[in-house]
């Protein structure tokens, strides 16, 4: 059996200094350079290159909005995933070296653009050339290593792994009394995936890319829909549903329920294993890290489902189980 992975604590101010420090210096360089350089831009400005030379132009302020929004989309989204908490210390390490080598190369391209322009004089005579482009991928690798090594530097090694929580409390159920249980639970990927998706298409759109655009979209908003999930624990047994959604995702009603347990889920990637896991005998919906319920069915399967306060959703569970079984004989007479 593989050791488990070591999860990193909470983020430390320097390893929030390391994540986002490269994402506002190249929105800074940017800036910057395009300032200096606005004199002598033509108006529109060339931003797309072939060997033949410009044959795509923008306005200069839908560039500069297009390549600010890209730097502060993607550099955001990667950021905010290296700074989840829990997380894997090599995962934080790996998307924090991701955020570097974005940084370096989104910022170093936006910026080579202006100055292409500025130097041809027109935006017809603008030239890009390709070996220039491949320097770029060069210097965001090495960015990416430095990211790597001041990542390692301020993400502390993760504290020795606390006692297992104790078992889940019985409850007992009146009788006619009734109660239920209910939490919302979410994806840090799909939760960080999914809006800077929505905002790709936002930046598309302003680059005069709108057929990429459309596709950004309905992605982007799938998967922010399907993002969180809503755990219900009642006398309708356990269900999940999806935001919006008027039908259940699943439905395991209380008399296919044999038994229910806690479980602890944990990360086993750089994004874990989220999403819907299916196997021999076996299923589950795992969208963060920590407790989770275990519910085996009278058919031998099993479903699990993160959700926080797991133990007393099992709690309920069991309760209600329980009182379905001893009402059975009475409603079948």
Not at 8 to 33: C, E, G, N
Not at 87 to 108: F, I, K, N, S, V
Not at 307 to 327: F, K, M, Q, Y
């Amino acid at each position: 059996m593989p050791p488990r992975p070591r999860l990193s604590p909470r983020p430390s101010r320097a390893a929030v200094a390391v994540t986002v420090l490269p994402t506002a210096a190249a929105a800074a360089a940017v800036l910057l350079v395009y300032a200096k350089l606005r004199p002598r831009l033509p108006d529109p400005l060339a931003v797309h290159f072939s060997g033949d030379g410009a044959d795509g132009a923008l306005p200069g302020w839908r560039f500069l909005a297009a390549s600010l929004g890209l730097i502060a989309l993607i550099g955001g989204a990667l950021a905010r995933l290296a700074l989840a908490d829990p997380l894997p210390a090599r995962a934080r390490r790996t998307l924090t070296a991701g955020t570097w080598a974005a940084a370096a190369l989104l910022g170093t391209l936006c910026c080579l653009v202006p100055a292409a322009n500025a130097h041809a004089g027109r935006a017809a005579d603008a030239r890009l050339p390709g070996t220039v482009v491949a320097l770029c991928g060069g210097g965001a690798v090495l960015a990416a290593a430095v990211g790597l090594l001041l990542s390692g530097a301020v993400v502390r090694p993760a504290p020795a792994a606390a006692a297992a929580p104790p078992a889940p409390a019985p409850i007992e159920l009146a009788a006619g009394e009734s109660a239920s249980w209910s939490r919302t639970v979410g994806s840090p990927l799909l939760g960080t995936l999914g809006p800077a998706l929505l905002g790709l298409a936002a930046v598309l759109l302003l680059a005069g890319a709108g057929a990429g655009a459309l596709p950004a979209a309905l992605i982007g908003a799938l998967t922010t829909a399907t993002g969180r999930v809503r755990v219900t624990v009642d006398r309708n047994g356990l269900t999940v549903r999806l935001p919006l959604v008027r039908r259940p995702w699943v439905q395991l009603p209380l008399e296919r329920i044999a038994a229910a347990d806690r479980r602890e889920v944990r990360w086993t990637g750089v994004f874990g294993d989220e999403g819907y896991r299916s196997g021999p005998g076996r299923s589950g919906l795992v969208l963060r890290p920590g407790e989770a319920v275990a519910v085996r069915l009278t058919d031998g399967r099993e479903f699990t489902v993160s959700a926080p306060d797991a133990g007393t959703a099992v709690g309920l569970l069991d309760a209600l189980v329980r009182r379905s079984r001893e009402d059975r004989p009475c409603s079948s007479a």
